[in-house]
Protein backbone atom coordinates (compact mmCIF):
# COMPACT_ATOMS: atom_id res chain seq x y z
CA UNK A 1 0.00 0.00 0.00
CA UNK A 2 1.51 3.21 -1.02
CA UNK A 3 2.65 5.72 1.85
CA UNK A 4 4.31 8.86 2.69
CA UNK A 5 7.29 8.24 4.08
CA UNK A 6 9.11 10.96 6.34
CA UNK A 7 13.15 11.40 7.57
CA UNK A 8 14.61 11.74 9.94
CA UNK A 9 11.81 10.16 12.03
CA UNK A 10 14.01 12.15 14.95
CA UNK A 11 16.25 15.47 14.53
CA UNK A 12 17.49 17.29 17.69
CA UNK A 13 19.16 20.10 17.27
CA UNK A 14 20.48 23.70 19.07
CA UNK A 15 18.98 26.45 18.89
CA UNK A 16 19.76 28.72 15.94
CA UNK A 17 20.64 25.78 13.72
CA UNK A 18 19.08 25.27 10.45
CA UNK A 19 16.93 22.00 10.04
CA UNK A 20 15.45 19.90 6.94
CA UNK A 21 12.71 17.51 7.16
CA UNK A 22 11.84 15.35 4.11
CA UNK A 23 8.93 14.02 2.79
CA UNK A 24 8.94 11.54 -0.18
CA UNK A 25 4.76 12.03 -1.09
CA UNK A 26 2.40 9.31 -2.47
CA UNK A 27 3.51 8.68 -6.25
CA UNK A 28 0.12 10.12 -7.89
CA UNK A 29 -0.71 12.68 -5.35
CA UNK A 30 -0.24 16.32 -6.46
CA UNK A 31 -0.84 18.51 -3.04
CA UNK A 32 1.27 18.35 -0.20
CA UNK A 33 1.40 19.62 3.28
CA UNK A 34 3.16 20.13 6.31
CA UNK A 35 1.58 19.75 9.75
CA UNK A 36 2.93 20.11 13.26
CA UNK A 37 2.02 18.77 16.39
CA UNK A 38 3.34 20.32 19.75
CA UNK A 39 3.16 17.43 21.89
CA UNK A 40 -0.37 17.07 23.53
CA UNK A 41 -1.67 19.91 21.28
CA UNK A 42 -3.68 19.53 18.42
CA UNK A 43 -2.50 19.06 14.86
CA UNK A 44 -1.85 22.31 13.88
CA UNK A 45 -1.89 23.54 9.55
CA UNK A 46 1.65 25.10 8.23
CA UNK A 47 1.64 25.44 4.28
CA UNK A 48 0.09 23.52 1.06
CA UNK A 49 1.79 22.99 -1.93
CA UNK A 50 0.70 22.52 -5.49
CA UNK A 51 2.35 22.59 -8.91
CA UNK A 52 5.87 23.87 -7.62
CA UNK A 53 3.50 26.63 -5.71
CA UNK A 54 2.49 27.69 -1.92
CA UNK A 55 -1.19 27.22 -1.90
CA UNK A 56 -2.11 28.10 1.24
CA UNK A 57 -0.17 28.83 4.72
CA UNK A 58 -0.97 29.95 8.08
CA UNK A 59 0.29 32.09 10.48
CA UNK A 60 2.79 29.99 11.71
CA UNK A 61 4.73 29.63 8.55
CA UNK A 62 6.66 32.50 8.84
CA UNK A 63 10.01 33.62 6.92
CA UNK A 64 12.07 31.28 8.72
CA UNK A 65 10.34 28.33 6.91
CA UNK A 66 10.39 27.33 3.38
CA UNK A 67 9.48 24.38 1.54
CA UNK A 68 10.71 22.77 -1.38
CA UNK A 69 10.22 20.06 -4.25
CA UNK A 70 13.60 19.91 -5.54
CA UNK A 71 12.89 16.95 -7.67
CA UNK A 72 9.82 14.41 -8.47
CA UNK A 73 9.63 12.69 -5.46
CA UNK A 74 10.87 14.77 -1.81
CA UNK A 75 8.85 17.57 -0.64
CA UNK A 76 11.25 19.25 2.14
CA UNK A 77 10.41 21.67 5.25
CA UNK A 78 12.89 23.87 5.85
CA UNK A 79 13.57 25.92 9.56
CA UNK A 80 16.21 28.23 8.80
CA UNK A 81 17.05 29.81 12.93
CA UNK A 82 15.37 26.90 15.24
CA UNK A 83 14.11 28.27 18.11
CA UNK A 84 12.95 26.10 21.25
CA UNK A 85 9.05 26.68 20.60
CA UNK A 86 9.60 24.80 16.99
CA UNK A 87 10.27 21.30 18.94
CA UNK A 88 7.04 19.30 17.80
CA UNK A 89 6.35 16.34 15.67
CA UNK A 90 6.47 17.44 12.16
CA UNK A 91 4.07 15.85 9.61
CA UNK A 92 4.06 15.69 6.17
CA UNK A 93 0.90 14.68 4.01
CA UNK A 94 -0.32 14.24 0.66
CA UNK A 95 -3.62 14.34 -1.44
CA UNK A 96 -4.57 13.60 -4.87
CA UNK A 97 -7.65 13.31 -7.03
CA UNK A 98 -10.71 11.91 -5.31
CA UNK A 99 -8.27 11.43 -2.12
CA UNK A 100 -8.35 12.29 1.52
CA UNK A 101 -5.71 13.38 3.13
CA UNK A 102 -2.76 10.72 4.17
CA UNK A 103 -0.11 11.97 6.62
CA UNK A 104 3.68 10.73 7.36
CA UNK A 105 4.97 8.72 10.33
CA UNK A 106 6.55 12.14 11.49
CA UNK A 107 9.79 13.77 12.15
CA UNK A 108 10.19 14.54 15.68
CA UNK A 109 12.17 18.04 16.07
CA UNK A 110 13.64 18.72 19.52
CA UNK A 111 15.95 22.32 19.74
CA UNK A 112 18.28 22.65 22.80
CA UNK B 1 -14.36 30.94 17.62
CA UNK B 2 -12.79 27.83 16.81
CA UNK B 3 -13.46 26.78 13.58
CA UNK B 4 -13.50 22.98 14.52
CA UNK B 5 -14.61 22.02 18.30
CA UNK B 6 -13.91 18.60 19.47
CA UNK B 7 -14.56 17.65 23.02
CA UNK B 8 -11.22 16.19 24.47
CA UNK B 9 -12.19 14.07 26.58
CA UNK B 10 -10.71 11.26 27.90
CA UNK B 11 -13.03 9.09 27.19
CA UNK B 12 -13.02 5.29 29.34
CA UNK B 13 -15.14 2.57 28.09
CA UNK B 14 -15.15 -1.39 28.77
CA UNK B 15 -14.25 -3.29 26.27
CA UNK B 16 -17.28 -4.27 23.78
CA UNK B 17 -18.89 -0.88 24.48
CA UNK B 18 -20.01 1.76 21.03
CA UNK B 19 -18.37 4.31 21.42
CA UNK B 20 -19.77 7.45 20.36
CA UNK B 21 -17.32 10.48 19.34
CA UNK B 22 -18.51 14.15 18.01
CA UNK B 23 -17.27 17.16 16.26
CA UNK B 24 -19.27 20.35 15.76
CA UNK B 25 -18.08 23.03 13.27
CA UNK B 26 -18.65 26.64 12.42
CA UNK B 27 -18.24 26.75 8.71
CA UNK B 28 -21.29 25.79 6.53
CA UNK B 29 -18.62 25.55 3.33
CA UNK B 30 -16.85 22.59 4.73
CA UNK B 31 -17.69 19.65 2.00
CA UNK B 32 -15.57 16.98 2.76
CA UNK B 33 -15.28 15.42 6.35
CA UNK B 34 -12.58 12.59 7.82
CA UNK B 35 -12.32 10.97 10.66
CA UNK B 36 -8.23 10.04 11.60
CA UNK B 37 -7.42 7.97 14.85
CA UNK B 38 -3.31 8.50 16.07
CA UNK B 39 -1.42 6.39 18.36
CA UNK B 40 1.07 7.91 21.03
CA UNK B 41 3.70 9.54 18.73
CA UNK B 42 2.60 8.52 14.92
CA UNK B 43 1.26 9.91 12.44
CA UNK B 44 -2.59 9.96 12.06
CA UNK B 45 -3.97 6.98 10.16
CA UNK B 46 -7.18 7.56 8.07
CA UNK B 47 -10.03 5.81 10.00
CA UNK B 48 -13.18 7.40 7.02
CA UNK B 49 -13.79 9.89 4.87
CA UNK B 50 -16.87 11.65 2.86
CA UNK B 51 -18.63 13.95 1.06
CA UNK B 52 -22.19 13.89 1.62
CA UNK B 53 -24.59 13.82 5.13
CA UNK B 54 -25.39 10.93 5.94
CA UNK B 55 -23.71 7.39 7.43
CA UNK B 56 -21.21 5.49 6.11
CA UNK B 57 -20.38 2.63 7.53
CA UNK B 58 -16.85 0.44 7.15
CA UNK B 59 -16.60 -2.86 9.32
CA UNK B 60 -17.45 -1.38 13.12
CA UNK B 61 -16.96 1.95 12.21
CA UNK B 62 -19.83 4.40 11.29
CA UNK B 63 -19.40 8.31 10.32
CA UNK B 64 -22.23 10.28 10.35
CA UNK B 65 -22.43 13.68 8.61
CA UNK B 66 -25.15 16.11 9.77
CA UNK B 67 -24.34 19.72 7.92
CA UNK B 68 -27.74 21.05 8.71
CA UNK B 69 -26.15 20.77 12.38
CA UNK B 70 -22.97 21.43 11.29
CA UNK B 71 -21.90 18.03 13.26
CA UNK B 72 -20.08 14.95 12.45
CA UNK B 73 -19.84 11.74 14.48
CA UNK B 74 -17.66 8.58 14.58
CA UNK B 75 -19.43 5.13 16.13
CA UNK B 76 -17.45 2.47 17.23
CA UNK B 77 -19.30 -0.98 17.40
CA UNK B 78 -17.78 -3.67 20.08
CA UNK B 79 -15.11 -1.58 20.60
CA UNK B 80 -11.55 -3.17 21.26
CA UNK B 81 -8.47 -2.36 23.37
CA UNK B 82 -6.35 -2.16 20.10
CA UNK B 83 -8.86 1.30 19.53
CA UNK B 84 -7.29 2.77 22.81
CA UNK B 85 -6.11 5.93 21.18
CA UNK B 86 -6.80 9.74 19.83
CA UNK B 87 -9.29 10.12 17.64
CA UNK B 88 -9.50 13.01 15.35
CA UNK B 89 -11.80 14.87 12.97
CA UNK B 90 -11.18 16.85 10.07
CA UNK B 91 -12.84 18.53 7.52
CA UNK B 92 -12.11 20.88 4.36
CA UNK B 93 -13.68 23.20 2.22
CA UNK B 94 -13.71 22.63 -1.30
CA UNK B 95 -11.41 19.63 -1.41
CA UNK B 96 -8.12 18.89 -3.42
CA UNK B 97 -7.51 22.70 -4.42
CA UNK B 98 -4.85 23.19 -1.91
CA UNK B 99 -7.11 24.25 0.57
CA UNK B 100 -5.99 23.23 3.96
CA UNK B 101 -7.80 20.72 6.18
CA UNK B 102 -8.99 21.63 9.56
CA UNK B 103 -8.54 19.35 12.53
CA UNK B 104 -10.49 19.10 16.03
CA UNK B 105 -8.33 18.80 19.38
CA UNK B 106 -8.68 15.15 19.16
CA UNK B 107 -10.58 13.06 22.12
CA UNK B 108 -8.86 10.68 24.33
CA UNK B 109 -9.88 7.39 24.04
CA UNK B 110 -9.32 4.49 25.83
CA UNK B 111 -10.89 0.60 25.72
CA UNK B 112 -10.63 -1.22 29.01
CA UNK B 113 -10.79 -4.99 28.84
Known amino acids: EPEVTQTPSHQVTQMGQEVILRCVPI?????FYWYRQILGQKVEFLVS????????KSEIFDDQFSVERPDGSNFTLKIRSTKLEDSAMYFC??????????FGEGSRLTVL | QKEVEQDPGPLSVPEGAIVSLNCTYSNSAFQYFMWYRQYSRKGPELLMYTYSSGNKEDGRFTAQVDKSSKYISLFIRDSQPSDSATYLC?????????????FGTGTSLTVIP
Open chain 1, 93 to 102: ASSGPSAPLF
Open chain 1, 27 to 31: SNHLY
Open chain 1, 49 to 56: FYNNEISE
Open chain 2, 90 to 102: AMSLIPNTGNQFY
